[in-house]
């Protein structure tokens, strides 16, 4: 029988959910110092978030953790970004979950399934730089209102569909290191909650 979340567990995700988010948003704010900046406060928010997702998933190795916790993000994200963060969060974090709980069949976490799981969780990092790509004047007309000609042209010069790409990538090894380092720092919930290796 497959476990199923109790209340409590609701309320543990959504908490862990609600402090990724600031993490996330605090480290983005480093990005106002300019469009490079932004990859600073990325990189810091993937690190920082694995620790705070790690000990989610450890306080809570159940199908569904990812999902919820991917649904909430992507509705705290969607209306500075786009529609589309929610979407991404739910089907990112549903395989998140499948990939850590062996399709809901176990809640004894292995640290490569964590790891994985949590790189694939923030792929969604990715969302919201298609704009950029599909529909690049009225996203950069946006950007022009609200931060400035200069900012904006920095940012279209920076934001190549070759460097988007290249990111993806990087945003994946990252979310591994993320991962690993959630671990680390949270090493004895883990083995509370049956760490394998």
Known sequence: MKPRLTTRDLVSIAIFAVIFFVVFYACGMIGLAGPAFMFVGWILGILLGGIVLMLSVARVPKIGTMTITGLLVGLGMSPGHTIWMIPAG??????SDLIITKAGRSTRLTTSRAMLGYAVFVLWMIVPL??????????????????????????RELFTPGLVAGWAVIVFLLG???????????RKHFQRAGLTK
Not at 90 to 95: A, E, H, T
Not at 130 to 153: F, K, R, W
């Open 176 to 186: 591994l290191a993320g991962g690993r380092l959630g671990i680390k720092v949270g």
């Open 90 to 95: 739910i089907v990112l974090g549903f395989l």
């Open 130 to 155: 298609i704009p950029m790509l599909v529909n690049a004047d009225e996203y950069y007309a946006m950007i022009t209102e609200q931060m400035g000609a200069d900012y904006s042209n920095k940012m």
